[in-house]
């Protein structure tokens, strides 16, 4: 039998996104992501837009699985999102991130 912390979750998230978007995000990742079901969720970034929105969510949904004792995998942003990121001081949020092809 698996243990439960080798178990891996996939959580989608669609841009753009405004504001009000993060909570949301941020309450379905929570729902996925109770404390011990999941040791590691892949969080599949579509169409998201290089913005402090995005930045935003991406943040929040990180602290999210951290307090789910849960790592989180960004997959798909832009390189110019990570830059943002960066320049926020954010990078260690985008250090597994697998960019968007053609990027």
Do not use: I, W
Request: charged share 20%.
């Amino acid at each position: 039998m698996d243990s439960p912390r080798a178990r891996v979750a996939t959580l989608v998230v669609h841009g753009p996104l405004a504001s009000y978007d993060s909570l949301p995000l941020c309450e379905r990742a929570s729902a996925l992501l109770r404390p011990s079901r999941h040791g590691f969720c892949y969080c599949l970034l579509v169409d998201l837009d290089c913005d402090l929105a995005s930045v935003d969510a991406l943040a929040r949904l990180a602290l999210a699985a951290k307090r789910n004792d849960c790592e989180m995998c960004f997959l798909g942003a832009s390189s110019m999102l990570c830059q943002l990121m960066n320049a926020l001081g954010l990078s260690q949020l985008m250090r597994n991130n697998r960019g968007a092809e053609g990027d």
